[in-house]
């Protein structure tokens, strides 16, 4: 989560899970198998963003 700029609360908010849950994960020395996908797809979405981002004042606005 660090590594991608997210805090765990951040992180429940944006799977839709109580911050609590998470937390407990770290407790419990389990975390649910969907979140290392999740996280690599977050990852790719936002370094997609920040290439979009860039490209966008070079990129012509078609109406």
């Not at 407990?24 to 920040?50: F, R």
Request: glycine share 4%; proline share 2%; aromatic share 12%.
């Amino acid at each position: 989560l660090e590594n991608l700029g997210l805090n765990k609360k951040d992180f429940a908010n944006a799977v839709n899970m109580s911050y609590t849950s998470v937390t407990n994960w770290k407790q419990n020395n389990e975390v649910a198998g969907w979140v290392d996908s999740w996280l690599e797809n977050y990852a790719k979405a936002k370094t997609l963003d920040d290439v979009a981002k860039a490209l966008k004042p070079y990129l012509k606005n078609e109406k």
